[in-house]
C-alpha cells in the first residue's frame, strides 16, 4: 500500500481522489491540501466524504492548514502536486515540491512551472535523497510518452519529435478549417464549451506548447534549455483565409512544437501539413511523433487534459514509483 497526499484539489486532484476512491489500486489518501485548507488522517481520508465536502464547502479540510504544513508534518510516501501553474515563477509548486523531497517524499506533478523552470535542481534534490520525481501529466495529458521514452523506447537515440501538444489550438485550427470560422469566432466557441480559459494568451500565443517542448527536451537530452531558447509564433494571427488556402492544396494548418538536436532546433510555430499527415488530429487531441534510430518514427495520439485523463497519468506514475520503490507494496 502507498500512502499519497495531494496538494491541489481541483480538477485534477479530484480526479485522482476519485480514481482512488473507486479502483483497488493499493493507494491510501493520508492527506489533502487546496489554496485555504487542509487534512491529515494517517489512515486514509474517506474519499466520498471528502470529495462531498470539497463539493459543498469548496475547502476540503480544516481552514489555516496550509499546503506546506500538510507536506511538512502528514504521514505519507509520495506527494501528488497538482496546484496550479506560475510558468513564470514556478510557485507555489517549486517549493511544496522541495520540501517533500527534503523529507525523503515521492513526487508526482502534472504542474508544468516547477518541470520547465527547476528540473535539474528537482531531480538532482530526488537523486539525493534516493526517491523519484514524475510528471507523466505535464506533457499531453493521458499520453504516456515519458514512460515511452523510457520503457519501450529504451535504448533508442531520439533523433527528433513533433508534436502537437496544446488542445485549445488544435481546436480552434480544427473549427476554423471545417467551418470557416474566423479565428475570433473558433476561440469564442473553445470558451464556451470550456477547452480554453478566459485569458488563453499562454495557449494561442503558442507558450503552452513551448513549456511542453522544453520539458521534453531537457527530459530527452539534458541540454538545460528553457523557454526562452524555443523560437515560438502562435495561431492567434492566422486567418480564416490561410487555411481556406491550405485546404485547397488538401492540406491543413496545425500548431507544431518540433525538437531537432542535430539542426539546433527548437520551435513553436503553425505548419501546412497534408491532410493525411499523423499529426493531424482533430479536436483537442493531442499527438507526438518520435524519430528514432532503431524504431524510426512512432506517433502516439491521445486527450491532452481532462480530470480523468490527466489523473490516468498520474496513477501511472504513483503505481509506478510503487512497484519500484515503496517496501511492502
Ligand atoms: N486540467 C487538466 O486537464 C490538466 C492536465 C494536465 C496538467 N494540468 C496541470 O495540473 C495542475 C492542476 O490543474 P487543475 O486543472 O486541477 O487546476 P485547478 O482546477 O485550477 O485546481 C487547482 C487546485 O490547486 C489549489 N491551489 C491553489 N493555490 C494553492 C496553494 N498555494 N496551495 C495548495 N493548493 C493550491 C486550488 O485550491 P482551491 O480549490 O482552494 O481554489 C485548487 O484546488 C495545473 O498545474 C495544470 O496546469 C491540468
Known amino acids: 500500500m502507498i500512502r499519497i497526499a495531494i496538494v491541489g484539489m481541483g480538477s485534477v ?17 493520508t492527506a489533502v491540501a487546496d489554496s485555504r485548507s487542509g487534512r491529515i488522517d494517517p489512515n486514509g481520508l474517506d474519499i466520498p466524504a471528502l470529495l462531498a465536502q470539497k463539493k459543498k464547502t469548496g475547502k476540503c479540510g480544516e481552514s489555516g492548514r496550509s499546503a506546506l504544513d500538510i507536506i511538512q508534518n502528514a504521514e505519507y510516501d509520495l506527494l501528488v502536486e497538482v496546484s496550479p501553474t506560475n510558468a513564470l515563477s514556478g510557485e507555489p509548486a517549486i517549493t511544496h515540491i522541495r520540501a517533500a523531497l527534503a523529507r525523503k517524499k515521492h513526487v508526482v506533478t502534472s504542474n508544468k512551472g516547477p518541470i520547465a523552470l527547476a528540473f535539474e535542481e528537482l531531480q538532482n534534490l530526488a537523486e539525493r535523497n534516493g526517491v523519484s520525481l514524475r510528471y507523466e501529466a505535464t506533457v499531453a495529458g493521458a499520453i504516456p510518452i515519458m514512460h515511452s521514452l523510457e520503457h519501450g523506447l529504451a535504448g533508442n537515440e531520439i533523433l527528433a519529435l513533433y508534436g502537437v501538444l496544446n488542445g485549445t489550438c488544435n481546436y480552434i485550427l480544427t473549427r476554423m478549417a471545417a467551418e470557416g470560422l474566423t479565428y475570433e469566432q473558433a476561440l469564442l466557441e473553445a470558451r464556451e464549451l470550456g ?25 530527452i537530452w539534458g541540454n538545460r534549455v528553457k523557454l526562452s531558447d524555443v523560437a515560438c509564433t502562435g495561431i492567434d494571427l492566422l486567418t480564416a483565409e490561410s487555411l481556406k488556402l491550405a485546404e485547397a492544396e488538401g492540406c491543413t494548418i496545425r500548431l507544431i512544437a518540433e525538437a531537432i538536436p542535430r539542426k539546433n532546433l527548437l520551435r513553436v510555430s503553425p505548419r501546412i501539413l497534408e491532410k493525411t499527415h499523423p499529426l493531424v488530429v482533430d479536436g483537442t487531441l493531442n499527438a507526438l511523433t518520435l524519430e528514432t534510430d532503431m524504431a524510426k518514427e512512432i506517433t502516439l495520439i491521445g486527450r491532452g487534459a481532462g480530470s480523468v485523463e490527466a489523473a490516468s497519468a498520474i496513477i501511472g506514475d504513483i503505481l509506478f514509483i510503487s512497484s519500484s520503490h515503496v517496501k511492502g507494496a
Not at 486532484?13 to 489518501?29: C, M, P, Q, S, T
Open 13 to 29: 486532484g479530484r480526479g485522482v481522489a476519485d480514481i482512488v476512491g473507486k479502483k483497488d489500486l493499493g493507494i491510501v489518501i
Open 195 to 219: 477547452y480554453a480559459e478566459a485569458d488563453s494568451t499562454y495557449d494561442v500565443k503558442g507558450i503552452d506548447a513551448a513549456i511542453k517542448l522544453v520539458i521534453l527536451a531537457n527530459t
